[in-house]
C-alpha cells in the first residue's frame, strides 16, 4: 500500500530537500555476499537457487525501510510492501519481464514464483510490466536482473531522466564463484541518495546474506 509522507514530520526532510535539487541523486555500488548454504543446498535437493536470492533480497528490501520510499509529485511517498519486476530469459535470446509480489512465506513464495516464470506469454512486451506499473503510479517494487554467467565487480546504469535515474531501485546479481573454500556472488545496486545512505546498504547485504546463508 502507498502511503504519502508528511514532509514537516519526516527525518529525512533536509537530505530530500538538498538531494533533490541534483540533476542525478542516484548513484550505484557493487558489493559481495556469500551465498553458499543457498548455492549447495539448491545443487543437492534440485530446487532452484534464483528463487533462492530472488527471496533474500526481496526480504532483505522490505525490512529495510528505506527502499520503500519514491518521488510522489512534489512530495514523497511511502510503499509498506516491495514487489520485484524480474526480466527472465524466454527462447529466442530475449526476455519477458514479470512482476513477483513479496511473501515472507518462503515455501509459498517459491510455489508462486515457479507459477509466474512457468507462465510467460510466448510474445508479449518484454517492459509491458514497467509500463504499465509506472503509467499506474505503483512503482512500488524494485528491478532484480542476473547475469548468471558473467561474474562482475563493478557496474554502471541508464540514466532515466533529469532528476530521476530510475523509477524504483535497481539490482543486478552475477555468477557466484569460489573465493577461500566459499561460494560468493556480486550484488549490484542503484538506488537514489535522497532516500537510501551507505548504512542502509549495508543493512540489506549483511541481511541478504543472513538469508542466504539460512538455507542449509
Given at each position: 500500500m502507498k502511503h504519502p509522507i508528511d514532509l514537516s514530520k519526516?527525518?529525512?526532510r533536509d537530505n530530500w530537500r538538498f538531494m533533490k535539487e541534483f540533476v542525478n541523486s542516484w548513484y550505484s555500488i557493487t558489493t559481495e555476499v556469500d551465498c553458499t548454504e543457498a548455492l549447495e543446498t539448491s545443487k543437492r535437493e534440485g530446487t532452484s537457487f534464483f528463487?533462492?536470492?530472488?527471496?533474500?533480497?526481496?526480504?532483505?528490501?522490505?525490512e529495510v525501510r528505506e527502499f520503500g520510499y519514491r518521488p510522489d509529485g512534489e512530495g514523497v511517498c511511502w510503499f509498506d510492501s516491495i514487489g520485484a519486476t524480474v526480466p527472465v530469459a524466454v527462447e529466442g535470446g530475449t526476455f519477458y519481464t514479470v512482476l513477483?509480489?513479496?511473501?515472507?512465506?518462503?515455501?509459498?513464495?517459491?510455489?508462486?514464483?515457479?507459477e509466474i516464470i512457468t507462465n510467460i506469454p510466448e510474445d508479449g512486451d518484454p517492459y509491458g510490466v514497467n509500463r504499465d506499473l509506472?503509467?499506474?503510479?505503483?512503482?512500488?517494487?524494485v528491478n532484480i536482473s542476473a547475469t548468471p554467467k558473467l561474474h562482475f565487480?563493478?557496474?554502471?546504469?541508464?540514466?532515466?531522466?533529469p532528476g530521476l535515474g530510475s523509477?524504483?531501485?535497481l539490482m543486478n546479481v552475477g555468477k557466484a564463484v569460489r573465493k577461500e573454500g566459499r561460494w560468493v556472488m556480486p550484488i549490484g545496486l542503484y538506488v537514489d541518495h535522497c532516500f537510501v545512505d551507505g548504512g542502509n546498504l549495508a543493512e540489506f547485504a549483511d541481511k541478504v546474506?543472513?538469508?542466504l546463508q539460512a538455507f542449509s
Open positions: 519526516w527525518e529525512r528463487i533462492k536470492y530472488l527471496y533474500a533480497m526481496l526480504r532483505a528490501t522490505n513477483i509480489p513479496y511473501i515472507e512465506d518462503y515455501e509459498i513464495f517459491y510455489s508462486k514464483v515457479k509506472i503509467e499506474r503510479g505503483e512503482t512500488g517494487v565487480t563493478g557496474i554502471t546504469y541508464t540514466f532515466h531522466k523509477d524504483w531501485p546474506q543472513r538469508y
